[in-house]
């Protein structure tokens, strides 16, 4: 997020007038089955909540009939050559027409009479998406009956079996999110993070009125196709006030079960909590993790500014990184059990000689099924457009060795992006990944990897605080798996 109300600076070139390409979603009808699984016994139901080319979001129910349950793993067959793309509450995997779905630590207990839901996003051929009828639970098939309880075989928790690949090439959505036209006189939307919730989506992203002053708003919906009428309620309507809070990034913090919003307020990271995410009016006042903005900022900012902050946290640790648009990347710690409190003086985690190839917008990630990290970090180009670069590190504290972090072999860029029609943007900045999970360990597959950013008109120009930023979805399409 870069903070350009105080100064105009690499202001991109101007290019004809493009036009904005729609993404063009089509509503699925509603499926559902009822079938009867589990060695206990159980019930699932399982509904196709929306549908679009090449596309579909489905909700899974369990309900435990018989004795409790301490942990699940579902199963099923799809028969269409359907495909799991991307999925919450339960770690996915899928063999063939297989697919497994495994409980997470929070929802694997299931008393008698209990229920818990799942969901995933897929691909489909668009001619048949027919929904599953052969589930199994703990690898007994569904029989309707609640028969003796057999022991069941352990079932490693499946993870995935790709890699990131050396290079990355990608599909773009049309404009999802824009301004809302309200009496808030919001012109650019930007800065998203993203979590998917009990088959809801949940977006926080910073905003820009006309005057260029910046806020944040807060949106959710339950299928991308509904994300540009989901009205927004913003952080001037909560605890979290009015003023220069922006750049936010959401997540929930298991160990209190919070959520976490983490923002920059010019000279401090900040961040407020909220116990229910459904209540976008529950975000409590701001803290911040500081008691004033570290010396080692002040030494090494130059004519830069302290901005994007992001946690992650491993099993014993929470790390805050942030940047300086001078080429740094700083990491300060505190225990998981102190978290938020306790926050070290900064390092410098990395940086790069060249502010423009290491300048803000950075994104940590833990790659599921591997002892790998991966950093995103936004650059400029010698064209003046914004693109992203990657890292990885066996650790998060660890050393970051470059993975796509060139003009040539970019993370994103307009020359590994493709887009249905006519590009309606050539800069692809700030966002946030699509995980696997809501927590704060920060988890993404490294299959078919999505990433929500923001991206703007390339004939738009003028200072930086004037410029139509808008957010839209990136695809992968080369995924190793």
């Not at 003046?384 to 796509?404: H, Q, V």
Request: glycine fraction near 8%.
């Amino acid at each position: 997020m870069h903070i350009s109300r105080y100064r105009a600076r690499w202001l991109a070139a101007c290019a004809a007038v493009i036009a904005f390409a729609a993404v063009a979603f089509a509503a699925g009808a509603v499926k559902a089955v009822s079938s009867s699984a589990a060695s206990t016994g159980c019930s699932v139901t399982y509904s196709v909540g929306s549908q679009w080319q090449s596309g579909f979001s489905a909700n899974v129910t369990i309900t435990n009939l018989g004795s409790p349950l301490s942990s699940w793993t579902l199963t099923w067959d799809f028969t269409a050559g359907q495909q799991i793309t991307q999925g919450w509450s339960a770690t996915y995997s899928q063999a063939g027409t297989l697919v497994t779905a495994a409980s997470a630590s929070w929802n694997g207990s299931l008393a008698t009479g209990a229920s818990t839901s799942i969901g995933f996003n897929g691909s489909w051929n668009n001619a048949s998406n027919p929904a599953p009828t052969d589930f199994a639970v703990n690898g007994v098939s569904c029989d309707g009956g609640t028969s003796p309880t057999p022991t069941p075989t352990p079932t490693p928790t499946p993870t995935p079996t790709g890699s990131l690949p050396g290079s990355f090439s990608w599909s773009s959505s049309g404009v999802l999110i824009s301004p809302h036209s309200d009496s808030h006189n919001i012109i650019a939307v930007k800065d998203p993070s993203v979590v998917n919730f009990n088959g809801q989506w949940y977006v926080a992203a910073s905003t820009v009125n006309s005057s260029g002053n910046y806020g944040m708003e807060f949106l959710n919906f339950s299928s991308w196709s509904q994300a540009s009428s989901a009205t927004p309620v913003y952080a001037d309507q909560t605890a979290i006030g009015a003023g220069y809070k922006t750049a936010p990034q959401l997540f929930y913090f298991a160990p209190q079960k919070l959520w976490y919003l983490v923002y920059q307020t010019g000279s401090n990271a900040s961040y407020s909590t909220n116990p229910d995410i459904t209540n976008p009016a529950g975000w409590s006042a701001t803290k911040n993790f500081y008691a004033s903005e570290p010396s080692i900022i002040q030494q090494n900012i130059g004519s830069g500014f302290w901005v994007d902050m992001w946690v992650i946290c491993d099993s014993a640790n929470c790390y805050l990184f942030s940047m300086d648009d001078n080429g740094h990347l700083y990491r300060s710690q505190t225990s998981v059990a102190n978290f938020p409190d306790g926050m070290s003086q900064p390092v410098i985690a990395a940086q790069n000689s060249t502010p423009a190839n290491f300048f803000e917008a950075d994104n940590v990630y833990k790659v599921a099924g591997a002892n790998e990290y991966l950093l995103i970090v936004e650059a400029i180009g010698s064209d003046g457009r914004r693109y992203f670069t990657s890292y990885t590190s066996s650790a998060i504290n660890g050393t970051w060795a470059p993975l796509a972090s060139t003009q040539s072999n970019p993370f994103a860029r307009s020359t590994n992006v493709t887009f249905s029609g006519t590009p309606w943007t050539q800069d692809f900045s700030s966002g946030e990944m699509i995980r696997t999970g809501d927590d704060q360990t920060l988890t993404i597959s490294p299959c078919k990897i999505q990433y929500l950013y923001q991206g703007k008109d390339p004939s738009a120009s003028g200072s930086y605080n004037s410029l139509p930023w808008r957010l839209a979805l990136l695809t992968q399409t080369n995924s190793t798996c």
